[in-house]
């Protein structure tokens, strides 16, 4: 791994813990447990191999400010990143025709996004869709998530929280949408400061 030899020790910890989340989340897959029940031998080939993809591309990133920027938060990022592929709700969607329920809901699904003018609209809809079905938008002005640290990759799933709790087929995120899910973040670890050298070696 290459920076500077301050950061080199933190980052290397934050890649391990980063291929430790990928290691759970495999092992998750395989025994069928959680929200991976169900699943058709294929389409536990084909997520094992979404979850393999996107863990070679993260760990041969060799700069170590990478880590420090992008993951410090590696467990809960992990899963995120995983359920945003649209291979993976694909997956979803067709367990869900397998085992219909009566009383289900289909599920609201994350179709994309568009910027104007400083306001990133992240969509959301049903599946199947068609000219009577509705499409959700989450509107977030860019501001507002540089103001409160939130990246552009976490806007879908600050999106997806808000709905989950009232939806409307357009809502604006406020300080307090943003406030709401900086407070479910797990709390970073202190990052130890650089070990200073002994008086005596400086005088040497």
Known sequence: MTGPATQLLWADQIRQQV??????????????????KSLEPA?????????????????SVTEASYFLDHWQEPVDRVQRLIHADLRW??????RAA???????????????FDDAKGVRNFRFGRLPSGASTPVYTVQVAV??????????????S????????GMAESHQVTDEDCLAFVALRPVRPERKAPRKKAAAEDSV
């Open 19 to 36: 291929e430790i989340s990928f290691d759970r989340l495999t092992s998750a897959i395989l025994a069928g447990t959680s929200r991976y």
């Open 43 to 59: 389409e536990v080939t084909s997520l094992l191999s979404v979850v393999s993809e996107h863990r070679n591309k993260i760990l």
């Open 89 to 94: 709700q694909t997956i979803v969607e067709s």
């Open 98 to 112: 397998r085992h219909p329920r009566a009383d289900a809901v289909v599920p609201v699904r994350y179709m994309g």
């Open 143 to 156: 501001q507002l998530l540089l103001k409160h640290g939130i990246s552009f990759q976490d806007g879908p």
């Open 158 to 165: 600050m999106c997806s929280a808000i709905m989950a709790n």
